[in-house]
């Protein structure tokens, strides 16, 4: 059996595959894994290294107001069921998406951000990309900074759909993201610096969009970037490829919120 | 964009306000040019002669991303009351317009050392000017190649 | 919500410059860029920025379209008494914004 075969083989039997799945021959090295970070111009680590010059931290202020906000039929805010966001907070996007057994399915954290709307604060739940949303995904990210990514333990098979995802060819280009970011990272396409493409920062201020956006809306970029159709925000397409990126970032620090090219 | 555009008719619509604002967006749009940028240069300085040196414009000669490039820009000069920096402008070749920012200093700055967030939306030269309290003019020429980010969203911005 | 963040050293030698660092959320719509219906977005760009220390003008900058998004601007003033800087923004369709710090001079 080949090795992608056999790791499709243990992920089915629910194995925790973190430690035993052979890695494939073009995964990066877990020590020569680098943060775009590490690949940016001196004045854009500038940018994220101060929050006083990061545009991305009106969107924590915002998030951390947002937290206290009464809303919903129920009129509760965060705060009311979670207390102080930042103790409560502490950690939980580093182990994001997480698998929700009630509904049997992974979620990402903007997802369960609306399931927490819709079942306790009983509002309707912010659409994709939402400013609110993403200002609340980036206060609650801000809290697991400095910490390492850590994939829980019973997203195997997601991480494994995932991983089928990110190998795959896709679009007119028919390229997979691994030919990129697995194996030309640090070489240039049209002047900018090709990364490894590690989620260590969302959401994140990117150059590009002069805005704050999430992981979905960078992987939105990508996919039209191969000119491939997008994945539909909030699928369990765009989720199972998070969670892939998320498990082959095991161990890097969050970021969040940083500042992209 | 490669439009030529009539200098004189550029300054009379800058001048008319916010009519003028109007009429500018119902016309073609407009582009610098090495010619408009010199133009609007000659109106900073009265034809003055204009000396390269004393200012500095540190902008990476590569950029990652046209939408925010760190400028950074300093003078060498005592900042006392007798001798100091007035203001320094800075132009563009190449952006629809050709101002990019001007800042307004005297003897209270201690330092001229400013830094800000522009935009380039194309390779070109970036030039910032500095008006001296003796009334010389000082210039510094940088040339920076601004590439697109290579994975980009459809349409809409 | 947040609209400002001013960056200044918490005490300040007298007589020295000193570092004031500041960025204001303004999308800074350039004015010349189509929207997804072709028509041209209109101009919606903060212009101006000024500093007074207290109560002089110390600094001021003139923004247009090719000033990025989120306008952060550094610059130098010297740190003559204890007292606050007032910053103020205005641009196009009314925008005003102010905001201070305190200077503490030692």
New interface residues.
């Given amino acids: 059996m080949n090795v992608r075969g056999k790791a499709k083989l243990l992920a089915a039997l629910g194995v925790a595959a973190c430690a035993i799945a052979p890695l494939r021959a073009a995964d990066i090295p877990l020590d020569q894994r680098k943060s775009g970070y590490d690949m940016m111009s001196p004045d854009t680590r500038a940018m994220q290294d101060?929050?006083?010059?990061n545009?991305a931290?009106?969107s924590v202020?915002?998030g951390a107001?947002l937290w206290e906000r009464k809303d919903g039929a129920a009129q509760k805010s965060c705060a009311d069921c979670h207390g102080d966001g930042e103790t409560a907070m502490k950690g939980v996007a580093a182990r994001y998406p997480a698998f929700d057994t009630k509904r049997n399915r992974a979620v990402d954290l903007a997802a369960r951000v609306n399931i927490c709307r819709t079942d306790h604060q009983k509002a309707s739940p912010f659409p994709a990309e939402d400013k609110d949303l993403v200002a609340l995904a980036a206060y609650i990210g801000r809290q697991s900074r400095g910490m390492p990514i850590s994939p829980p333990e019973n997203m195997q098979a997601v991480i494994a759909q995932g991983r089928e995802i990110y190998e795959r060819r896709q679009g007119q280009l028919n390229l997979s993201c691994a030919q990129c970011h697995d194996d030309n990272w640090g070489r240039k396409l049209a002047g900018s610096v090709v990364p490894q493409a590690h989620p260590t920062g969302y959401p994140l201020y990117r150059l590009e969009w002069?805005?704050v956006g999430s992981l979905q809306r960078r992987l939105r970029n990508c996919m039209i970037g191969i000119r491939a159709a997008a994945y539909d925000p909030g699928s369990p397409e765009s989720i199972a490829l998070e969670a892939f990126l998320m498990w082959r970032a095991r161990g890097m620090k969050v970021e969040t919120p940083a500042v992209r090219p | 964009m490669t439009d030529i555009t009539n200098a004189s008719r550029r300054d009379v619509l800058l001048g008319a306000g916010a009519a003028g604002?109007a009429l500018l967006?119902t016309l073609r749009?407009l582009a610098a040019s090495p010619e408009s940028m010199d133009a609007a240069i000659r109106k900073l300085t009265g034809g003055a002669k204009i000396t390269e040196g004393r200012i500095k414009l540190d902008i990476p000669p590569l950029v990652e991303n046209g939408?925010?490039?760190a400028m950074s820009v300093t003078v060498d000069s005592p900042m006392t009351a007798a001798n100091h920096v007035e203001a320094i402008h800075i132009f563009?070749e190449r952006?629809?317009?050709p101002?990019?920012?001007?800042?307004?200093?005297?003897p209270?700055?201690?330092?001229?050392?400013?830094?800000?967030?522009?935009?380039?939306s194309d390779s070109q030269n970036v030039v910032a000017i500095a008006r001296m309290s003796d009334g010389t003019f000082w210039s510094h020429t940088v040339s920076v190649i601004v590439t697109l980010a290579a994975c980009l969203e459809a349409?809409?911005n | 919500?947040?609209?400002v963040?001013?960056?200044v050293p918490p005490k300040v030698r007298r007589g020295?410059?000193f570092?004031v660092?500041t960025?204001i959320?303004h999308?800074?719509e350039?004015?010349?860029r189509p929207?997804?219906d072709g028509k041209?977005i209109?101009?919606d760009i903060i212009t101006s920025m000024t500093c007074k220390?207290n109560g002089?003008e110390?600094?001021?900058?003139?923004?247009?379209?090719?000033?990025?998004?989120?306008?952060?601007?550094?610059?130098?003033?010297?740190a003559?008494e204890s007292g606050k800087l007032e910053f103020a923004w205005t641009g196009d369709n009314g925008f005003a914004e102010t905001a201070t710090a305190a200077i503490t001079v030692e």
Avoid: C
């Fill in positions: 101060d929050d006083t010059a545009p931290t009106f202020l915002d107001a002069q805005a | 604002a967006l749009p939408n925010t490039v563009n952006n629809p317009q101002y990019v920012m001007a800042f307004h200093l005297g209270r700055a201690g330092k001229a050392d400013i830094s800000a967030r522009i935009r380039l349409v809409s | 919500m947040a609209r963040l001013i960056n020295e410059p570092q660092k960025l959320n999308v800074m350039p004015g010349f929207g997804p041209t209109p101009r220390y002089e110390v600094f001021r900058a003139d923004l247009y379209p090719a000033t990025a998004a989120n306008p952060f601007i550094t610059f130098f003033t010297i003559t």
